[in-house]
């Protein structure tokens, strides 16, 4: 059974920072994009940052230069380490991969929730 465990979470003031972390786990045989979504109260869920199998990015326009997406391919781990945090980052962020198990499927994390306080 094909798992995304995310951790790293909390509460944190503005300006300030924190790194998330999310392990997959289960019968995987590759993983191709990992990535990490979020999904403010009211809104719908959107990018934040990808990451392909061969370390090429992709980031939304409002975390670039905040926000630093990294992963360990022996690990089955993927990171999201976000700096200058402001109240419009609050949310609860979703971990994503695209994972060969018995076929390739999209897989999510539970999701850990990040909150700014200003």
């Known amino acids: 059974q094909v798992q995304l465990v995310e951790s790293g979470g909390g509460l944190v003031q503005a300006g300030g920072s924190l790194r998330l972390s999310c392990v997959a786990s289960?019968?995987?045989?590759?993983?191709?994009?990992m990535g990490w979504y979020r999904q403010a109260p009211g809104k719908q869920r959107e990018l934040v940052a990808l990451?392909?199998?061969?370390?090429?990015?992709r980031y939304a326009d409002s975390v670039k230069g905040r926000f630093t997406i990294s992963r360990d391919n022996a690990k089955n781990t993927v990171y999201l380490q976000m700096n200058s945090l402001n109240a419009e980052d609050t949310g609860v962020y979703y971990c994503?991969?695209?994972?060969?198990?018995?076929?390739?499927?999209?897989?999510w994390g539970q999701g850990t929730q990040v909150t700014v306080s200003s």
């Open positions: 994503y991969a695209n994972i060969l198990s018995s076929r390739w499927d999209d897989r």
């Open positions: 289960g019968g995987i045989v590759s993983i191709d994009a």
């Open positions: 990451i392909a199998n061969g370390g090429s990015t």
